[in-house]
């Protein structure tokens, strides 16, 4: 009878361990793929949680890294980033790729956009859409959600915020 009380003591500690290290916390990724100075990545971080609101600021997570197009691949392919925040001149049919972009048709502002057309229903789509960030990058950043994203309802939020 001991024996049972100890493994049921053992267990619902170690449930209580594992449940108090999860993080229940939404937390969207903004991946920056862009040439900044490492001097302008705080003033960025600060720029665009200034542009959203206190309830999606908190829950965002920015990242920078260099223009490289393998580091973007790589960075799709193993679903990092809720957001994909890349120099125009990295767009390229593989990056622009429907079947692993969400649709981004509904939050469609004056601002350029990417289309493509969806293979399953032969109908065009915005994929992309352009974003300003003069005062950090000189390039013309292109903002993607992939499909993959766990968070894509507050990843869109995020970008119509920032597409303001």
Same mark, same amino acid.
Not at 42 to 67: C, N
């Given at each position: 009878m001991m024996q049972i009380f100890k493994r049921w003591t053992i267990l619902i500690a170690f449930s209580f361990l594992l449940a108090g290290c999860g993080d229940n916390e939404e937390q969207v990724d903004l991946l920056f793929f862009t040439d900044i100075e490492e001097t302008? !990545?705080?003033? $960025?971080?600060? %720029? !665009?949680? #200034?542009?959203?609101?206190? +309830?999606? +600021?908190? +829950?965002?997570?920015?990242?920078?890294? =260099?223009? !490289?197009?393998?580091? $973007?691949? =790589?960075?799709? &392919? %193993?679903?990092? #980033?809720?957001?994909?925040? !890349?120099? &125009?001149?990295?767009? =390229?049919p593989a990056v622009l790729d429907p079947e692993g972009l969400v649709e981004l048709d509904d939050i469609v502002t004056d601002s350029q956009t990417y289309i493509a057309t969806n293979p399953k229903t032969e109908e065009e789509h915005v994929y992309g859409i352009t974003i300003s960030a003069s005062e950090y990058s000189s390039h013309e950043l292109v903002a993607l959600i992939p499909i993959y994203s766990d968070y894509a309802k507050q990843a869109i939020t995020v970008l119509e915020k920032l597409s303001e």
């Open positions: 302008e !990545v705080e003033k $960025l971080r600060t %720029t !665009v949680q #200034g542009q959203l609101d206190d +309830s999606l +600021s908190q +829950s965002i997570d920015l990242e920078v890294y =260099s223009p !490289v197009y393998e580091r $973007l691949i =790589s960075e799709i &392919a %193993t679903h990092n #980033g809720d957001v994909i925040l !890349v120099e &125009a001149d990295m767009i =390229s």
